[in-house]
């Protein structure tokens, strides 16, 4: 069975470090991209880059370049997402998602979210 | 930048159909960006419903159906249910490894 596994709910401070994680589990990890998409809170979905573990490619929205850094570690099957310097705008829900095997553009997968909530 | 549209909301009596749609702010939506549609209820994950335009995710009911219509994508619910009120977004592939998702449909079923 195919499942993306995130890692737990985070506070954080303005200004900290942060790296959260999606393991993926029931199929060949770097043989498939990994996303990760944004959810402010009662607000809509928002994509914001894609690795693919095998090689480290990875994509970036032009919304997110240079805010936070996608990365993966194909050892142990997880993908992460990391910021330098948290905002309170970082608060949001994010959801890792893996891109469809067959090159139909879509994510089959979706991870159960982890909560990052950034406040003084 | 690109800017994906959707209706912010849509109402939908029980038995009904509703086509919720997706569209781009320069140019039309084609085959070749492979919409996609996606399901949320209020605190869970997003659900793949749609695919590659018109392709319905396993286990998805036939009353969801995907398509071009005009200019934009679209989704159409053919006999609404009360467990579809949902939160709706389209994806689309910009190309370059680049996805953009619309701002999301609210559907209410009363």
Redesign the interface.
């Known amino acids: 069975e195919v499942q993306l596994v995130q890692s737990g709910a985070e506070v954080k401070k303005p200004g900290e470090s942060l790296r959260i994680s999606c393991k993926g589990s029931g199929y060949s990890f770097i043989n498939y991209w990994i996303a990760w998409v944004r959810q402010m809170p009662g607000k809509g979905l928002e994509w914001m880059g894609i690795i693919y573990p095998g090689d480290s490619d990875t994509r970036y929205s032009p919304s997110f370049q240079g805010q936070v850094t996608i990365s993966a570690d194909k050892s142990i099957s997880t993908a992460y997402l990391q910021w330098s310097s948290l905002k309170a705008s970082d608060t949001a829900m994010y959801y890792c998602a893996r891109q469809d095997p067959a090159g139909l553009y879509y994510f089959d997968y979706w991870g159960q979210g982890t909560l990052v909530t950034v406040s003084s | ?1 690109t800017v994906v549209t959707q209706e912010p909301s849509f109402s939908v009596s029980p038995g009904g159909t509703v086509t919720l749609t997706c569209a781009l702010s320069s140019g039309s939506v084609s085959t070749s960006y ?1 919409p ?1 549609w ?1 399901q ?1 209820t209020p605190g869970q ?4 419903l749609i ?2 335009t018109n ?1 319905r ?1 396993s286990g998805v009911p036939d009353r969801f159906s995907g398509s071009i219509l005009g200019n934009k994508a679209a989704l159409t619910i053919t006999g609404a249910q009360a467990d579809d009120e949902s ?1 709706y ?1 389209c ?1 689309l ?1 910009m190309g ?9 449909t609210k559907l209410t079923v009363l």
């Open positions: 930048q492979y996609s996606y949320q994950a997003p659900r793949t695919y590659s392709t995710s939160d977004y994806e592939y370059s490894g680049i996805w953009v998702f619309g701002g999301g």
